[in-house]
């Protein structure tokens, strides 16, 4: 247990030292344009919903759009094949490429063959095959796998590019510059495309009512590789079938802004093969001859071939599961790598399975690899949520890895260990989770029994031995500070002093939400939002309610969170029925109130849990634009430098803190970084703790010099605490009178 | 603004040069649009291309051939995209292979947004010419450490806007 952590921090910390100064910057890059093109664009979420709406429909009727679109292939002149797996697909191609004699096969990229390892299958068959996209055919030469779905070179510098183009090629003047490169490139691979036989590309999209495909792409390859060869060959997994050209729109609008940034790619190809464009023979003399150029329709070539062959591996199994269905609503644009901190560290050598990488590789990987290749990765999902924001289809990315990690700790051997915790554990998972997982899927219990025995429970967690055996046993880093537990509750020392506001005098009511960081730990900013509060005139009440699951969840405890989601509901819902308010400081558990609760509770409860709640410093804005007076309130200092959490930016918290804090008198500056890297355990835990201390310093260096830093989360708050040294407050103390 | 001066904004972002001619004097103005050795795609306006622009070539003199030329059917204001058919007259490899790709179109033909693009490639479709390629500036590649244009594809694009004569 305790050196297969030790291994994957290694190999985290030698990507982290590698790969990741590499891919970092372009991703985070990346990720930069692609909010700049998303506000270029102002119906950016209104296409997102018709493009899964799109999607949602074409997945609900795949069997009959595949039955259309064979039909409409076959009458175009074109062959389809629906391969179950990889090897049928692989035989496929091979078999074709057999038939017709064919040496040499030029490749664009197509994320699908590397799933299928094609290349490997092509070679074994005595097929020459050349990858043609740049950054596949440095990979190839490299004998190295995608770094990132639609970077695959990300990884490489220039400097390795060109060593290693002129270790291979031995030009007569070494290469050196990306131009140099390119032109070479395009020279070498230009011949390979001339002469090829066979040209296999992938598909971005088809459409079955007319038997069109589409292809997004910048660099030209792709074309000629359709074109110039006799024999065309697109391979593509089922999921890419739309019903007709008419569905084309929002994902044009959609798919180049999302992947990186453009408004629209170089070339979006619409083909609807076997094409009209004549076939050319670079060996022959003869002029090339054209038909018409504005003839009433374009009838096939002649000399052209077209096979779709269409890849399931695994696909209709992942269309019947109903938690990761969604997974086939993904086109492959990679903004939920680009958008993830844990992904700009590490890159998708890390951050990835056998073929995919980011966010929605685990729901890819554990649909067509299978539960191992995901498990390798999964837990480096943090359930930030950015990537929500982020995909162009609106998946929900968290959920599908929250999903595959419960699914793990069922599968997963009872752990000789598990008495350690069970005294902690009154959960409702399989006896062979992970202890880790267990014990911080537990923090409610735990955070109640280090209060009660607080602080002598915080004096022993913080010596030596107990340390060292946390490690050990638990997988808890010793570099990490513990949380220091509290001995008076936040709900007690409310119940003591009781509400100030008196009804009468009240111009709202409103619960404050305890969670149990705010209850346990962080008690002075759960005290600092009932001040507030109070100073515009709302009658509070702190109920004694239990965590928001949020803790279990992160784990892959479903089952446990579920049964959070169903008391914490049952605590609040008499006093939304009184009409009070819910008022949240933790933003990880609002955002289990506003996203996570609709999939654990009955879809009213959820809603009506939803609508009643609010971020404490978004609760306040809206007291302050009802009439509410800043002066009540108590003054922060000049300037305010904060950090806004990662699933309060998803739930579009930020301007309000921002707001607020103005309004009271500061200036305000932000950061930009998408998460804190603590995430909840995650930072805790010793596979992942440099990782996560690697991801917050790019937000320390954003802070550097900051006289007041402050922040939301209660793991941000952690973390920078760490970081910056000091006590890092939640804004709302800033705020309080 | 117009249409087409949007769509000539979006082409300046681009870095894609453009002329703007009519149908009288759009062989003058292809003629001093291309570099030789030049190859075209018979226009789909009605005019000819000059001289100077091959329409019978080999795949080798393709190749070799500096300029391309062929019709745009489509404008897209909101991109600068010019929708190239991939016909039976070769708009396809002559628009890709040759390092300078002359695109001509006529000004009645710039829609304003992708939407419409897609609109109207639907109708083509059904209409049985369902080939084409929504270009947008020149080919662009990022793979060999830093933003390099002209790789499989053109280099540079021109777009000649053919307008009504006011006279
Ligand atoms: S899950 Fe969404 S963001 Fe990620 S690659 Fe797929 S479509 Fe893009």
Redesign the interface.
């Known amino acids: 247990m305790s050196s297969e952590r030790k291994q994957k921090a290694a190999q985290l910390r030698h990507l982290l030292e590698t790969e990741g100064p590499l891919i970092g910057p ?1 991703v985070s890059s990346k990720n930069r344009d692609r909010y700049a093109a998303a506000e270029r664009f102002d119906a950016w979420d209104s296409t997102r919903d018709e493009a899964r709406a799109i999607k949602e429909a074409a997945i609900a009727d795949l069997p009959e759009l595949l039955e259309q679109l064979r039909e409409s292939v076959e009458a ?1 002149g074109g062959t389809v094949y629906v391969a179950d797996d990889a090897a049928d697909a692989n035989r496929y191609v091979t078999e074709l490429c057999d038939e017709q004699g064919a040496e040499t096969l030029v490749k664009s990229k197509s994320m699908t063959t590397e799933e299928l390892e094609l290349n490997d299958a092509l070679a074994a068959a005595g097929v020459d095959t050349y990858e ?4 596949e ?2 990979i190839q030469l490299a004998e190295e796998s995608p770094s990132h779905i639609v ?1 695959p ?1 990300l990884h ?4 390795e ?1 060109a060593d290693l183009l002129n270790a291979t090629f031995e030009p007569d003047e070494p290469l050196e ?3 140099e ?3 070479f ?2 020279d070498y ?2 011949e390979r ?2 002469e090829a036989d066979v040209g296999v590309t992938g598909a971005n999209f088809v ?1 079955a009512e ?1 038997g ?1 495909m589409a292809l997004v792409t ?4 792709a ?2 590789c359709a ?2 060869p006799d024999t065309h060959v697109a391979v593509t997994g089922i999921e890419k079938i739309l019903p ?3 569905d ?2 929002p994902f ?2 959609l798919i180049s802004k999302a992947a990186t940034g453009q ?11 076997p ?4 076939t ?3 060996e ?5 001859e ?10 096939p ?1 002649d000399d052209r071939a077209f096979h779709l062959v269409l890849v399931d591996n695994g696909r209709t199994e992942l269309r019947e599961d109903d938690q990761l269905r969604e997974t086939l609503y993904c086109i492959r644009c990679g903004a939920c790598s680009n958008s993830c901190a844990n992904f700009q560290a590490v890159g998708g050598h890390g951050f990835g399975g056998e073929t995919y990488s980011g966010g929605i590789a685990t729901g890819w990987e554990a649909g067509v690899h299978g539960m191992d290749s995901a498990a390798e990765f999964n837990d480096l999902c943090t359930g930030c949520s950015r990537c929500v924001d982020a995909c162009p289809v609106k998946i929900d990315i968290p959920w599908i890895n929250t999903v595959v990690r419960d699914r793990l700790n069922r599968d997963a051997d009872p752990d000789t260990f598990d008495h350690l915790v069970d005294g902690l554990s009154p959960d409702e998972e399989p006896s062979g989770l992970a202890l880790d997982k267990r014990l911080f899927g537990n923090f409610e219990r735990l955070a109640k029994l280090g209060s009660a025995t607080a602080p002598v429970s915080n004096w022993l967690a913080d010596a030596g031995p107990a340390r060292a055996a946390m490690e050990r046993v638990l997988g808890v880093d010793r570099r990490r500070d513990l949380p220091r537990f509290r001995r008076e509750t936040l709900v007690d020392w409310f119940d003591d002093r009781g509400p100030r506001v008196a009804a009468d005098d009240a111009s709202r009511e409103a619960v404050l939400y305890p969670d149990a960081y705010t209850n346990y730990v962080l008690v002075d900013r759960g005290k600092a939002a009932v001040r507030a509060l109070e100073a515009l005139d709302v009658r509070v009440h702190v109920p004694r309610v239990r965590s928001s699951g949020r803790a279990p969840l992160s784990q892959g405890m479903i089952s446990t969170a579920e049964d959070h989601a169903h008391h914490v509901y049952a605590g609040l819902a008499e006093h939304i029925d009184a009409g009070r308010d819910v008022v949240v400081v933790e933003p990880s558990a609002l955002a289990m109130f506003e996203r996570e609760y609709e999939r654990l509770l009955a879809p009213e409860s959820a809603d009506r849990l939803a609508d009643a709640s609010y971020e404490v410093m978004e609760y306040v804005y809206g007291l302050l634009e009802n009439g509410g007076s800043p002066d009540a309130l108590g003054s922060p200092p000049e300037a305010v430098a904060y950090h806004s959490h990662c699933q309060g930016r998803t739930l579009d918290l930020e301007p309000y803190t921002v707001a607020v804090l103005e309004a009271c008198g500061a200036t305000v500056r932000t950061s930009d970084v998408e998460c804190c890297g603590m995430a909840g355990s995650f930072g805790y835990k010793e596979s992942y703790y440099e990782l996560s201390m690697d991801v917050g310093e790019e937000l320390a260096d954003q802070f550097a010099g900051e006289p007041v830093v402050a922040a939301s989360g209660t793991s941000c708050q952690e973390q920078l605490d760490a970081l910056l040294g000091g006590e890092v407050p939640h804004a709302v103390e800033l705020i309080a009178p | 603004m117009t249409v087409t001066d949007d769509f000539l904004d979006a082409l300046d972002d681009l870095d894609v040069s453009h002329d703007r001619t009519t149908l009288a004097d759009l062989p003058a103005t292809l003629a001093d649009a291309v570099t030789d050795p030049a190859v075209g ?2 226009l ?1 306006v009605d005019a000819s291309l000059p001289g100077s622009v091959a ?6 003199e ?2 070799d051939a500096a300029t391309g030329v062929t ?1 745009a059917r489509l404008g897209i204001a ?2 600068g ?1 010019v929708v190239i ?9 002559l628009s ?2 040759p390092e300078r790709h002359v695109a001509v179109l006529d000004a009645a033909d710039v829609v304003a947004t ?2 419409d ?3 109207w ?2 109708s083509e ?24 244009e ?5 280099n540079e694009v021109h777009v000649v806007l053919v307008e009504a004569d006011t006279e």
């Open positions: 372009k175009n043609t996209d740049l950054g055919f440095v970077g070179a490489k510098s220039r400097e590019i510059t990306a131009e490169m390119t032109r490139a395009r691979l230009g495309i001339r459409f007319s069109s910048n660099e030209g390859n074309r000629k074109v110039t007709s050209v008419d084309f729109g044009v609008d408004d629209i790619s170089r070339y979006v190809s619409l083909f609807t093969p094409v009209a464009s004549p050319l023979d670079f022959s003399d003869e002029p090339i054209f038909g018409e150029a504005t003839a009433e329709r374009d009838d070539d | 795609v018979p789909h329409t019978t070539f080999t795949p080798s393709l190749q019709p909101e991109y995209s058919r991939s016909s039976a007259g070769g708009d396809e490899p890709l292979y992708g939407r693009a897609v609109d490639l639907a479709v059904a209409a049985g010419r369902g080939s084409h390629v929504l270009a947008t500036g020149a080919s662009a590649t990022a793979d060999m450490g830093g933003l390099v002209g790789v499989h594809g053109p």
